[in-house]
C-alpha cells in the first residue's frame, strides 16, 4: 500500500465510526447552535445590523472553533479504547499516515457543521453579506483546516495527560491565533466590503502550509511518546 | 549511574557565586544610572520604569529561542544520549519559565508606561498585543509541562516549544498588518524613537544587568532541575533492588 490508500484507509474508518455513532457531528452542531444564541443573548444582532456584520464573522468561526474543541478529544478517545494505539504504534503505516486520516475526517466534519450552521446564522443574525460571498468558499476551508489540523495533533499530545479536556483549549488557542484571526479578519471582510480578504487568505495558507508540514513531521514523536 | 556529581550538591560552586555577586554589582549600578538619569520632559520621574521595561521585553525575546534550541537538541539526544537529552530538557524548562516571569514584568512595566504615558492600562496595538501572545504561549507550554503524564513530559514540551517557536514570527507579522489596517489612535510614535543620550548609559547598563541576572536564573533554575532529575531516577531505581540506599546517598 502506498501513503495515499493509508490516508484513505485511516480517513474511511473515521467516517464509518462516524456514520454509525454520529456523536461528533451531533454534539458539535448542538453545541454551536447554542454558542450562536448564548451570544445573541450579549447583543442584539437584529437591531443593530452594521455592527451585526462587524462582528458576525468573528462569532461565527469562534462559535465553531469551541465546537471543534468539543469533537477533537473524541476522536482520539475513540482509538485508546481496547488499546487500539499501541497496535498503531506497532503497525508498519506510517504515523503520519493516521494524523494525516484522521485530520482529514475532523475536517470533513467540521465543514459539516459550518454548511448546516451559516444559513441558519444568517437567519438568526439576520445578516446581509455586502462583500462578495463567494470568497467564504475559500476562506471557511482553509481557516478550518488551520484550526482543525492543530487540533487533532494537539489532542493526540494530551491523549494521555491528567486532565485532557483542559488542556486541549490551552495550547491550542495560543498557537492557533494568528489563525484565528486571519479567519476572523477574512471572513469580515467579505461580509462588510469594507476591505479585501486577500492579504488574510495569504496568511492563511501560509499558516496551513507551515504548520502543516510540522504536524506531519511532528507526528511520529508524539505517537511514540515513551 | 549518573556521573556527573559534585562531591557537596548543596553549595553553589566558587565561579557562580563570584558571578552572583557581580550581577548583584551591576544590577546596583543600573538602578544607580536608572535613577541619577535626567528628568524625562513631560512624564518626570514617572518615565523611569522604561529602564527596567526595556531590557525585560528584549530579553523575553531572546529566551524562547534558548528553549527551541533545547527543545531541539532534546529530541536530537533522546534515543542517542539519554544523559545530555535529560540536560537539554531541563535547560527549556529552566528558559521557559524565565521566559514568563522577564515577559510578566515586561508587561507589567508596560502597563505602568502606558498608564503614565497615554492614560490607559492596555491598548490592543501590535506590539502589545503580539507581546500578550508570546505570554500566552509560554504560560501554555508550563501548563502542558504541568499536566502531562510523567514519562511524557519531556517530548510533548520539547514538541509544543517547537511549535510555539514557529508561531511567534508569525503572530509578529500577521498582528502588524492587522493593526496597519486599522491604526490606533492612542499608540503615536515609538516609546523609544529618539531618547536623550544621556539617557544611553542608564539603558545599556540595566540592558547588562537585567541579561545577567536573567542567566543566572537560568543557571539556577536549571541546576534544580537537574538535581530534581536525578533525585527521580534514584527514587526510580530504589524500586529495583539493593543500590537504592547508595543511589539515594549520591544524590542528596
Known amino acids: ?226 | 549511574m549518573v556521573t556527573n556529581i559534585r562531591k557537596s550538591p548543596g553549595t553553589m560552586p566558587k565561579w557562580a557565586l563570584a558571578y552572583f555577586g557581580l550581577t548583584l554589582v551591576v544590577l546596583a549600578y543600573g538602578f544607580y544610572a536608572a535613577m541619577v538619569a535626567p528628568k524625562e520632559a513631560t512624564m518626570g520621574n514617572l518615565y523611569r520604569v522604561f529602564f527596567y521595561h526595556l531590557p525585560h521585553t528584549i530579553l523575553s525575546f531572546v529566551f524562547p529561542y534558548l528553549n527551541c534550541g533545547a527543545s531541539f537538541l532534546y529530541l536530537y539526544w533522546r534515543n542517542r544520549n539519554v544523559e545530555r537529552a535529560a540536560a537539554a530538557d531541563a535547560f527549556a524548562l529552566a528558559s521557559a519559565e524565565i521566559t514568563v516571569l522577564y515577559a510578566s514584568i515586561g508587561l507589567a512595566t508596560g502597563m505602568l508606561w502606558g498608564r503614565a504615558a497615554w492614560g490607559i492600562w492596555w491598548a490592543w496595538d501590535a506590539r502589545m498585543t503580539t507581546y500578550l501572545l508570546l505570554w500566552l504561549l509560554y504560560v501554555s507550554y508550563l501548563l502542558v509541562r504541568r499536566f502531562s503524564a510523567t514519562g511524557q513530559t519531556a517530548v510533548i514540551s520539547a514538541v509544543l516549544a517547537i511549535f510555539a517557536a514557529i508561531d511567534v514570527p508569525i503572530c509578529f507579522m500577521s498582528i502588524r498588518w492587522w493593526r496597519t489596517q486599522h491604526p490606533s489612535a492612542v499608540f503615536g510614535g515609538g516609546d523609544n524613537s529618539g531618547i536623550d543620550p544621556s539617557m544611553v548609559p542608564a539603558v545599556l547598563w540595566n540592558m547588562l544587568a537585567w541579561a545577567m541576572w536573567g542567566a543566572f536564573l537560568i543557571g539556577m533554575r536549571y541546576a534544580i532541575e537537574r538535581r530534581r532529575q536525578r533525585q527521580s531516577n534514584a527514587h526510580a531505581l530504589g524500586f529495583l533492588g539493593d543500590e537504592t540506599p547508595q543511589a539515594f546517598q549520591e544524590v542528596r
Open chain 1, 1 to 226: 500500500m502506498n501513503y495515499a490508500q493509508h490516508v484513505l484507509t485511516h480517513l474511511r474508518k473515521d467516517l464509518r465510526l462516524e456514520w454509525r455513532t454520529k456523536d461528533s457531528i451531533n454534539g458539535m452542531l448542538f453545541f454551536a447552535l447554542l454558542v450562536v444564541v448564548v451570544l445573541a443573548m450579549a447583543f442584539d444582532p437584529a437591531s443593530y445590523p452594521t455592527m451585526t456584520r462587524q462582528i458576525s464573522g468573528g462569532l461565527l468561526c469562534v462559535a465553531v472553533l469551541f465546537a471543534a474543541m468539543t469533537a477533537l478529544n473524541q476522536s482520539w478517545a475513540r482509538e485508546t479504547h481496547n488499546n487500539v494505539l499501541d497496535a498503531h504504534r506497532l503497525s508498519a503505516a506510517p504515523a503520519s499516515a493516521l494524523f494525516v486520516g484522521k485530520a482529514l475526517a475532523n475536517f470533513l466534519f467540521v465543514m459539516a457543521v459550518e454548511i448546516v450552521l451559516a444559513p441558519i446564522f444568517t437567519v438568526f443574525y439576520n445578516l446581509h453579506p455586502l462583500g462578495q460571498t463567494w470568497k467564504l468558499l475559500f476562506i471557511l476551508p482553509l481557516g478550518t483546516w488551520a484550526l482543525v489540523v492543530n487540533g487533532t495533533f494537539f489532542a493526540a499530545l494530551s491523549l494521555r495527560s491528567r486532565n485532557r479536556e483542559t488542556l486541549l483549549p490551552l495550547v491550542l488557542l495560543p498557537i492557533s491565533m494568528p489563525a484565528l484571526l486571519a479567519m476572523i479578519q477574512a471572513s469580515t471582510a467579505v461580509l462588510t466590503g469594507e476591505f479585501e480578504p486577500t492579504l488574510w487568505i495569504k496568511v492563511l495558507v501560509a499558516y496551513v502550509i507551515v504548520f502543516t508540514t510540522a504536524c506531519v513531521l511532528l507526528f511520529q514523536t508524539i505517537l511514540s511518546a515513551d
